[in-house]
């Protein structure tokens, strides 16, 4: 089973960056697809980003094309979201996941078996 684990989140001013970090273990970090997710206050997770096992393929959610980008590094077992150009609707619990032998479109799509607990980011105007 794996384990997921989130870092960076915080507070940041419109306009501002951060990284979001997803630290993996518990099984073969290159086997997974992996994603992030988003769940802004009093709405429903929606998808926000997923990279290809090998970090060659991404795609993203059209709100946050060309601002956010997300990498991962595989000898460290770790997902990033570069999220750069924040805005005050991209406040939300940010929630890493992964799924085993998954493509980016199954990830986007949810067929995931693993998430994280989630990390805050508070983006004010």
């Known amino acids: 089973q794996v384990q997921l684990v989130e870092s960076g989140g915080g507070l940041v001013q419109a306009g501002g960056s951060l990284r979001l970090s997803c630290a993996a273990s518990?099984?073969?970090?290159?086997?997974?697809?992996m994603g992030w997710f988003r769940q802004p206050p009093g709405k429903e997770r929606e998808f926000v980003a997923a990279?290809?096992?090998?970090?060659?393929?991404?795609t993203y959610a059209d709100s946050v094309k060309g601002r956010f980008t997300i990498s991962r590094d595989n000898a460290k077992n770790t997902v990033y979201l570069q999220m750069n150009s924040l805005k005050p609707e991209d406040t939300a619990v940010y929630y890493c996941?992964?799924?085993?032998?998954?493509?980016?479109?199954?990830?986007?799509?949810?067929?995931?078996?693993?998430w994280g607990q989630g990390t805050l980011v508070t983006v004010s105007s």
């Open positions: 996941a992964a799924g085993y032998l998954r493509t980016v479109l199954d990830v986007a799509r949810g067929a995931l078996d693993a």
């Open positions: 518990g099984r073969t970090f290159s086997s997974d697809g």
């Open positions: 990279i290809s096992r090998s970090g060659g393929l991404t």
